[in-house]
C-alpha cells in the first residue's frame, strides 16, 4: 500500500528507490528462444492454442493520434514464421544481392548490387565455417550463397536458424554496409488457456510483482531456483501515457504466468512528457481518452492472449489521483470511468481475453468518509463497486507492515476477505500482498514475525476457495511514515528464515507454477 509518487518517483532522491515503478521499463525485445511447452497444474488446466482471433471494431485499426505523443514506441505481435522455400527451385535473391546459379558447376557467383563480383566455392568438399573469414560481411554472403547452411554459419546447422546473421562475433568492416538479417528464427507464439478457465481455475496463482519481469528471464530463472516452483503470474504496472505491452504479455505467457497489469489513470513515466491532469477520470467518462482506448483494447485484441487488467486499484484509499475528492472525482464517477473502459473493449471484442480485476486496498487502517489534507476522500468497498456485470475478479492490495497487527491470517486479511466476499461472489486475487522485514513504526526488526506470517498467510490461501491466487511484491521500497521517508525490504527472502518459510509453503501442489526452461 504505497502512494502513487512512492511507487513511481521512490519518495527521494536517494539511492535506494521505489522499486514498484516496473512502469518505467523499457519493453524487452521478443526475439527469444523461449518456447512454451503445456504444464500440468496450471491454472485452468493445459494450455491450449488460440487460433481465432475475434472481429475487430474499424475503430480499434485506426492509428491512435495519442498514440505517437508518447514516449512508449508501440508494441508488434511477433511475426510468424516464414513457410520453408521450395528447395527444388531457385532461391530469391535477397534484399541487396543477386543470385546467379552457374550450371554444371559447383561454384555460385554472387554478385552484391553495389560491391564487385565473389565468387565462393559452395561445393559439397568445402564447406564453410566462421574461422574462413575475417569479416562478418564475407561470412553473410557465403551464408546467403547457400541458405541449406550446412556449416551452421548463423548458428545451429539447418536453414532458418538463429538471428539470420551469419557468424555476429567477427568484425564488421566498417568500409562495408552491415548484413541484412536471412531467415531470422521468430519464437512462436505462445498459448494460453481460455478466460473462462483462467477465471475459475484447477489450482492457485503464485504471482510475483519484481522489477524486471517479465522480460528478465534470468530474474525469473532465479525466483524459480529460489522457490522450487516458477512464477504462474507476473504482475507489473503501467499508466496511460504508454501503449498497450504486447511484447511484456507475449513474454509472460511465453513462461507459462498469467500476465497482470496494473493499469493506471494518470502519466506514470516521468519522461513520457505528460501530465495525470490529461487522463482524469472526467476525460475518461467524457469520452476525451477514446482514441487512446480504443487503440489499447484493438491491441488486446491483436495480440490474442489473456491478461488481466487491474484498473485504477486502491480506489478506497486516499492517496491516488482516481481517488474520491482529486480532480472532483467521486466513487460514481470512478464507477462511469471503469464500466465506459470496459464497454470499449467489449466493442472490439477485447473482454474475450481481459479479465478486470477490481483491487482496493485493506480496508483495517481506512477511515471511510474521512479526508487527507489535500482532501481526498476514503470511502467504502460497496460505494466504489462497478457492479459483477463489469468485474471477472475481486483483487485487494493486503500486507504487514506492523508487530503489532500479529502473524496470524485473521488478523491481516480477515475483514477485507469478510468485507470483499459481502460485495460480490467473484473468485478473489490477492492482487498486492508481502510483509515488511522491519516493523515500518517501531524499525524493529521482523525476522521472526515475517516467516510466521508467510506461513499463515499461505496457507490461509490455500484454505479458502474463494481465493484464486497471489502476487507477492518483491522488491525493497520506501514509504512515507508520519512525513519521514522509510526504507524497507518486501521481498520474501529478505532473511533465510523467509524464504525457507516461503519455500515450503509454495511447494503445495494447490499452487500451479510457470514454465522453466529446460536446463533452468
Given at each position: 500500500m504505497?502512494s502513487?509518487?512512492?511507487?513511481?518517483?521512490?519518495?527521494?532522491?536517494?539511492?535506494?528507490?521505489?522499486?514498484?515503478?516496473?512502469?518505467?521499463?523499457?519493453?524487452?525485445?521478443?526475439?527469444?528462444?523461449i518456447?512454451l511447452?503445456?504444464?500440468?497444474?496450471?491454472p485452468g488446466?493445459?494450455?491450449?492454442?488460440?487460433?481465432?482471433?475475434?472481429?475487430?471494431s474499424?475503430?480499434?485499426?485506426?492509428?491512435?493520434a495519442?498514440?505517437?505523443?508518447?514516449s512508449?514506441?508501440?508494441?508488434?505481435r511477433?511475426?510468424?514464421?516464414?513457410?520453408?522455400?521450395?528447395?527444388?527451385?531457385p532461391?530469391?535473391?535477397?534484399?541487396?544481392?543477386?543470385?546467379?546459379?552457374?550450371?554444371?558447376k559447383?561454384?555460385?557467383?554472387?554478385?552484391?548490387?553495389?560491391?564487385?563480383?565473389?565468387?565462393i566455392?559452395?561445393?559439397?568438399?568445402?564447406?564453410?565455417?566462421c574461422?574462413?573469414?575475417?569479416?562478418?560481411?564475407?561470412?553473410?554472403?557465403?551464408?546467403?550463397?547457400?541458405?541449406?547452411?550446412?556449416?551452421?554459419?548463423?548458428?545451429?546447422?539447418?536453414?532458418?536458424?538463429?538471428?539470420?546473421?551469419?557468424?555476429?562475433n567477427?568484425?564488421?568492416d566498417?568500409?562495408?554496409?552491415?548484413?541484412?538479417?536471412?531467415d531470422?528464427?521468430?519464437?512462436?507464439?505462445?498459448s494460453?488457456?481460455?478466460?473462462?478457465?483462467?477465471?475459475?481455475p484447477?489450482?492457485?496463482?503464485?504471482?510475483?510483482?519484481?522489477?524486471?519481469?517479465?522480460?528478465?528471464?534470468?530474474m525469473?530463472?532465479?525466483?524459480?531456483?529460489?522457490t522450487?516452483?516458477?512464477?504462474?503470474?507476473?504482475?507489473?504496472?503501467?499508466g496511460?501515457?504508454?501503449?498497450y505491452?504486447t511484447?511484456?504479455?507475449?513474454?509472460?505467457?511465453s513462461?507459462?504466468?498469467?500476465?497482470?497489469?496494473?493499469?493506471?489513470?494518470?502519466?506514470?513515466d516521468?519522461?513520457?512528457?505528460?501530465d495525470?491532469?490529461?487522463?482524469?477520470?472526467?476525460?475518461?467518462?467524457?469520452?476525451?481518452l477514446?482514441?487512446?482506448l480504443?487503440?489499447?483494447?484493438?491491441?488486446?485484441?491483436?495480440?490474442n492472449?489473456?491478461?488481466?487488467?487491474?484498473?485504477?486499484?486502491?480506489?478506497?484509499?486516499?492517496?491516488?489521483?482516481?481517488s474520491?475528492?482529486?480532480?472532483?472525482?467521486?466513487?460514481?464517477?470512478?464507477?462511469?470511468?471503469?464500466?465506459?473502459?470496459?464497454?470499449i473493449?467489449?466493442?472490439?471484442?477485447?473482454?474475450?481475453?481481459?479479465?478486470?480485476?477490481?483491487a482496493?486496498?485493506?480496508?483495517?487502517?481506512?477511515k471511510?468518509?474521512?479526508t487527507?489534507?489535500?482532501g481526498?476522500g476514503?470511502?467504502?468497498?460497496?460505494?466504489?463497486?462497478p457492479?459483477?456485470?463489469?468485474v471477472?475478479?475481486?483483487?485487494?492490495?493486503?500486507?504487514?507492515?506492523?508487530?503489532?497487527?500479529?502473524?496470524?491470517?485473521?488478523?491481516?486479511?480477515?475483514?477485507?476477505?469478510?468485507?470483499?466476499?459481502?460485495?460480490s461472489?467473484k473468485?478473489?486475487?490477492?492482487s498486492e500482498t508481502?510483509?515488511?522485514?522491519?516493523?515500518?513504526?517501531?524499525?524493529?526488526?521482523?525476522?521472526a514475525?515475517k516467516?510466521?506470517?508467510?506461513?499463515?498467510?499461505?496457507?490461509?490461501?490455500l484454505?479458502?476457495?474463494?481465493?484464486?491466487?497471489?502476487?507477492?511484491?518483491n522488491?525493497?521500497?520506501?514509504q512515507?511514515?508520519?512525513?519521514?521517508?522509510?526504507?524497507?525490504?518486501?521481498?520474501?527472502?529478505?532473511?533465510?528464515?523467509a524464504?525457507?518459510a516461503?519455500?515450503?509453503?509454495?511447494?503445495?501442489s494447490?499452487f500451479?507454477?510457470g514454465?522453466?526452461r529446460?536446463?533452468a
Amino acid at each position: 500500500m504505497f502512494s502513487l509518487f512512492e511507487r513511481v518517483f521512490g519518495g527521494s532522491r536517494q539511492s535506494e528507490r521505489i522499486t514498484t515503478a516496473v512502469i518505467g521499463l523499457s519493453l524487452a525485445a521478443v526475439g527469444t528462444s523461449i518456447y512454451l511447452s503445456p504444464v500440468s497444474g496450471h491454472p485452468g488446466g493445459r494450455p491450449k492454442a488460440q487460433v481465432v482471433t475475434p472481429a475487430v471494431s474499424p475503430r480499434a485499426n485506426v492509428p491512435s493520434a495519442r498514440a505517437s505523443e508518447t514516449s512508449t514506441a508501440p508494441t508488434k505481435r511477433p511475426a510468424k514464421p516464414s513457410p520453408e522455400p521450395d528447395r527444388t527451385k531457385p532461391h530469391p535473391s535477397p534484399p541487396g544481392y543477386q543470385v546467379i546459379h552457374a550450371p554444371g558447376k559447383t561454384d555460385v557467383v554472387v554478385k552484391e548490387r553495389a560491391n564487385p563480383v565473389t565468387t565462393i566455392n559452395s561445393g559439397a568438399a568445402a564447406i564453410p565455417h566462421c574461422a574462413d573469414f575475417s569479416w562478418q560481411q564475407d561470412a553473410q554472403t557465403s551464408y546467403i550463397a547457400n541458405l541449406s547452411d550446412p556449416g551452421s554459419l548463423d548458428g545451429a546447422t539447418g536453414p532458418h536458424n538463429g538471428d539470420g546473421i551469419a557468424c555476429n562475433n567477427l568484425p564488421v568492416d566498417p568500409n562495408r554496409a552491415q548484413s541484412i538479417p536471412i531467415d531470422a528464427y521468430v519464437p512462436p507464439i505462445p498459448s494460453a488457456a481460455a478466460k473462462s478457465e483462467l477465471v475459475s481455475p484447477n489450482s492457485k496463482y503464485f504471482g510475483v510483482a519484481q522489477d524486471g519481469l517479465p522480460g528478465d528471464s534470468v530474474m525469473f530463472d532465479r525466483l524459480a531456483k529460489q522457490t522450487g516452483k516458477a512464477p504462474s503470474s507476473v504482475e507489473w504496472f503501467s499508466g496511460f501515457d504508454s501503449n498497450y505491452p504486447t511484447d511484456q504479455v507475449v513474454q509472460a505467457w511465453s513462461r507459462g504466468s498469467l500476465p497482470i497489469i496494473t493499469w493506471m489513470s494518470v502519466a506514470a513515466d516521468p519522461g513520457s512528457g505528460h501530465d495525470s491532469s490529461e487522463y482524469t477520470l472526467t476525460h475518461v467518462v467524457s469520452g476525451d481518452l477514446d482514441d487512446y482506448l480504443y487503440q489499447y483494447a484493438g491491441d488486446v485484441v491483436r495480440a490474442n492472449l489473456p491478461v488481466a487488467i487491474r484498473f485504477d486499484h486502491e480506489m478506497n484509499n486516499n492517496a491516488y489521483p482516481w481517488s474520491a475528492g482529486a480532480y472532483g472525482n467521486t466513487p460514481a464517477k470512478y464507477i462511469a470511468a471503469w464500466r465506459h473502459i470496459w464497454n470499449i473493449f467489449n466493442k472490439v471484442g477485447a473482454n474475450t481475453n481481459a479479465i478486470w480485476m477490481w483491487a482496493p486496498t485493506r480496508i483495517d487502517n481506512l477511515k471511510p468518509g474521512a479526508t487527507s489534507g489535500s482532501g481526498v476522500g476514503q470511502t467504502t468497498l460497496a460505494e466504489d463497486y462497478p457492479g459483477d456485470g463489469y468485474v471477472d475478479w475481486l483483487g485487494a492490495s493486503i500486507y504487514l507492515r506492523q508487530a503489532k497487527t500479529g502473524t496470524g491470517y485473521d488478523a491481516t486479511f480477515g475483514k477485507t476477505i469478510a468485507a470483499l466476499k459481502k460485495v460480490s461472489s467473484k473468485p478473489i486475487f490477492l492482487s498486492e500482498t508481502a510483509a515488511a522485514q522491519s516493523d515500518v513504526s517501531t524499525r524493529a526488526d521482523l525476522t521472526a514475525e515475517k516467516s510466521a506470517w508467510i506461513s499463515n498467510a499461505l496457507a490461509g490461501f490455500l484454505a479458502d476457495p474463494r481465493i484464486v491466487g497471489f502476487v507477492w511484491f518483491n522488491n525493497r521500497g520506501i514509504q512515507t511514515v508520519d512525513g519521514e521517508q522509510v526504507a524497507n525490504d518486501w521481498r520474501f527472502d529478505s532473511s533465510a528464515a523467509a524464504l525457507a518459510a516461503f519455500k515450503r509453503g509454495i511447494s503445495d501442489s494447490r499452487f500451479a507454477s510457470g514454465t522453466l526452461r529446460d536446463g533452468a
